[in-house]
């Protein structure tokens, strides 16, 4: 996920100016606190632009745009790619400006900026009291990427871990860390990080294009990929099955896991899977959605729609009991993760 | 079906035109010493400001440089000497046709030139053709055309140019130039180096330009042979080589760097019977880039286009008031890249100009031009213009025009989401201009309305890839002011150029302003000579545009520069100028989060023998 995006701004460097408009950010006396509530990750235009941080909460009755510019003064830097959080803190991944801002998650105050040792940073996860954020360093050499381990009391990169081509997607389970890699069709692997040793254990072969992560209710690591569904026992890292789609998907992604059921979103639509069952759905849950992204919780969806990449995008709350859309709320640039702040 | 028509209508003309009208010498000298005689002689309605080779060597060495004060052309520059795009009359960067001596030269790839890959002391005069001009100059002529034209001189010469510069941040140019020739036979040779570390401050913070530098070469050659008082052959070579690395943003540090490569070469064969001038030309056109994320490594993407062109060019005299010319042009396009494979492309086109001087207030002209291309159908596309004098002092202008703008090889072939289903941008515009003359001064007062439809815009589909669809539409408007006054007294001399625009540039779906289109926009260049000294002031006023997520503040730039003319010996001529860029050490961007430098120094010296 969110790297369409990236792929074509990198390689299209003429049409760095084709044009579009926007409206303007209202300017916004900041709100004290962000807890209770859902942060939204945007990544902002790939080529000099800005990331944007938003604010909805639980009752969906306050939203605020640029929550990190409006407390902090000052903007944050270009592709807000993704984020994390850990006790009081959120990690704000920067992947063009090789940076994690680190800001104190109900305040949004900057607590410090980690801006050596990364190199095209992409996600990061927490795991033994530890930072770990994929990189993908240079696009096209494959042997310059690695999972850089932070120190999160000193907030630094204090080791890097060489892992498989594009590193993206990371989770974590009994002190070890999945990192889902390959984009584009160019790898297939999960790599499997010791986080007491901090060294890469093994590498598991699933299907092309690794793009989402889920743990389920027995701990089991599902990996949804552009061609199969894999589980994988997490205590032995064997693969106990495979989920070939043989086609009834064309771009599957954003693999969620909530009250017993996998949801899956492709090409405008949103399907459901029991985690028990073994049957690719067809039937899709509701369809004609856009999302770039999207998170299910507590019988709740919440999708993000980039739009056009340009303008402003939305959140489109669904409430997956009625499949209805409950909510809608106009948010920043190309809004690309959310994250919840209990 | 048009296809024939318009042939015919070609043929039937040439077969039975009235004989008794014959060149004037004027006329045949225009057709000889010009690349481009029709900028000058079929385009009466129509502003056009040129910018001699004076103002061109008090400038430094890029196009955006000399048209960010000479303009009212906004341009976007990722900082410095990076990729910078005109955006013209609030039209966007492909909707600028750029041409070298009459041939368009706008890349195949994106569909835009980047103004800083040329050199403009390459060129002998720069001129400005405001509105709708794809009939004479094809696809991408929606807001303007920017002309770079090379004279050549048929007199007993022999000159030479050599100009040394340097300047802050280690800028250095050498720049020579010869121009020699007789009454036969002309030619033109010159080079110029460019480099610059460019590691200027970003203004208000710690940071430097540290991935800003660039060089680049560039040679040209242009000639003539006159072989009978009917036969003259011509040439005309450009090449530019340009390395540069990819500045940061204050958000995001740079390692990339770019080169690129053009050569652009013309023969042009032309003949004089009567009252016949016929022209056959034939050019090629090279293009190359290579775009390396990371300098420091061998990995590159790379995309190439070849375009060979043959253009012939009917020029019939009527009658003494009355002209008409065809122009039938054939190319082809081949491309390489990356991220296209081999695609290639054919276009033809037929050409009408006609132009008839009804009185001496009274000139009109009509234009019409269809095209066939091998990937798509491109509009029929057509021109008209007046030009009204009432007065000795006070004169009219009207044109109005259809145009175009061709997709790209990007938009159709790019890999994946190049889509083969586009249709050729499609504009229509009108212009009102009202032109005061007397004695000191010539103010001209332009509105103008550019309507723009199925334009192209990269969005993402069903499936999230990235495709180019003709779903945009445009409308744009605007007034335009420009006042030129020069002035003697005695052995002082003062010349002074005023500019202003005003500029509303919409979608017409979201009814807001575009991106880097600022409403107002204001220059001015005075400049004052005394005998062997010159001074001169420039001055540029940019109001606020709007951005992706955000506004961009206006800014203000102002540069100050002396010179000091000195006669070293019979045969030499030197000129020392020294030039303060950004007097006032004002931080300012035309395009967000990528500063553009401090205050800064250059010392030229100029020698001519």
Redesign the interface.
Known sequence: MNI??VF?S????????????????TAIVPSTSYEDGILITHE??FS???G?VSYVSNDFTTVENNIFSNVNNR????VAQSMAINGDLAYIV?N???QIEVVNKNTFESVATINTGLSNPRFMTISNGKGYVTNWG????ADDDYVAVIDLATNAVVSTISCSYLPEELIEINNKVYVATGVFDSGNKVDVINTTTDTLEQTITVGNSPNSLQLDSDGDLWVLSSENLVEIDTTTDLILQTIDFGGAF??P?DLNFDNGSFYIYD??SVFKMDEASNIIPTTPEFTNV?F?DMRVRNGLLYGLD?R?????GTLQVYDLTSNTEIQTFTL??IPGGVYFND | MKRRLYISMLLAVCNFYIANAQLDSIQKLDEIVLSDAKLKRFASGFKITTITDSVIQKSSWSLTDLLRFQSNIYF?E?GYGM?S?PSFRGT??SQTAVVWNGININ?Q????LDFNTINSYNYDSVEIRSGGGSVQYGSGAIGGSVHLSNDLRFEKHADHRLQLAYGSFDSKNLTYGVSAGNARWSVDVGGSYIESENDYKFLGTDKINENGQFENLSFNLNGGFIISDNNVLKLYHQSFSGDRNFSG?L???SKSG?EDRTHRSMLEWNYFHDNITSKFKLVHLFEE?K?F??KQ?D?F?FGRVNSFIGNYNLNIKLTEATELRGIVEASIFKGDGD?FGMPSREALSATILWRHQVTDKWIYGFNLRTDYTSDFESPVVFSADTKYQLTDWYSITLNGSRNFRVPTF?DLY?NP?GNLELQPERSYQVDLGQQFTYKFFDLKINGYYIDTED??????N?????SPLNV?A?KSFGGEFELLAKQTFGEHQVNLNAMYSYTIS??KA?E?????VPFHKANFNVSYAFKKFEGFYQHSYYGEV??????LEGYTVGNLGVAYKYRLSPKLDSKLQFTINNIYNNAYQN????PMPNRNFLTQLTLKF
């Open positions: 369409k995006n074509v990198l390689s299209i460097v003429g049409l760095i100016f084709s044009c579009s408009d926007d409206d303007a950010p902002g235009q000099g632009g800005f944007t903007t944050l830097g270009t920067i063009v400006s090789n240079d696009f096209t050499p064309a771009f992604s090409s405008g856009n770039y980039a056009d990449f340009a303008s402003n920043g640039v | 976007k990722n990729v795009s966007n960067a890349s790839l994106n569909g835009q943003t958000l995001a540090p770019y880039f775009y994320e990371n490594l990995d993407t991220s990007n790019w989401g334009m192209i815009q990269w969005l993402p069903a499936t999230g890839v990235f945009d445009v919409e979608n979201t807001e302003q575009l991106i880097y709007s951005i992706i997520g955000g506004d395009v967000a989060f990528r």
